[in-house]
């Protein structure tokens, strides 16, 4: 979760020893950085393009979109061990602190690779469709879509998440599904108030029991 400037905040209670948290910190931001993709930047377009010939190809795409959500579940099985040992370790608060800022700055980088320049300069409905673009491995994962969309404004919802299905699967409490789902939309922040220069509120999401996250976007103001 984030505080008022954009920084990410713990959102839970609990005491922890700041020097073992400062020794942990650099090893999360290693854990992390390692998701950002490697290679040579692709532009929108040139990604588009890719996406019609992968559509065109059918069944292959459906079998490495199934390979990539089998990534993203094993990503967040590494997300819940990690969390588990921290908050044993440190307590809950530091737990969720040192996690959320990890995955905000990933996101923030990420986004600033994968997403165009004109979305990069604050055009909201040209990043809004970039999110919920019709790349097939994206939408057999979370299946992004725009619900409305304005100059200034974007409601945006993702009906499936592999994460969350694997925190279930793992058979993590409801309560702790709930907390690792936060911490994960600390990357969504990083996408869209780090990089993408707008507001983020989440109206809702599938680790609150949710058939849908539900994402409201607006243009920051100044």
């Known amino acids: 979760m984030l505080d008022g400037d954009g920084e990410p905040r713990p959102d839970a209670t609990g005491d922890a020893p700041c020097g ?83 995955i905000y700055n990933f996101g923030r980088e990420k986004s600033t690779r994968n997403y165009s320049e004109k979305a990069r300069s604050g055009d909201l409905e040209q990043a809004a469709r970039e999110f919920a673009s019709p790349d097939p491995v994206k939408q057999h994962q979370f299946a992004p879509r725009v619900v409305s969309l304005t100059p200034d404004e974007a409601v945006l919802a993702m009906s499936k998440c592999p994460l969350v299905d694997e925190w279930r699967a793992m058979g993590l409490p409801d309560k702790d599904v709930e907390t690792l789902c ?29 058939d849908e996250c539900v994402l409201r976007v607006k243009k920051a103001r100044g």
């Open 20 to 102: 073992e948290a400062k020794s942990l910190r650099a090893s999360i931001f290693q854990f992390l950085i390692k998701q950002v993709k490697s290679g040579p930047r692709r532009t929108y377009n040139q990604t588009s393009m890719f996406e019609r010939r992968c559509i065109a190809r059918g069944g292959f795409m459906s079998e490495v979109g199934e390979k990539v959500a089998q990534a993203t579940r094993q990503r967040a099985a590494v997300y819940a061990h990690l969390f588990l040992v921290l908050r044993k370790r440190l307590g809950e608060r530091e737990a969720v602190d040192l996690m959320s800022e990890a």
């Open 182 to 210: 936060r911490v994960a939309h600390s990357v969504d922040y990083g996408t869209w108030e780090g990089a993408l220069r707008c507001t983020l509120c989440f109206e809702g999401t599938r680790g609150q029991g949710k």
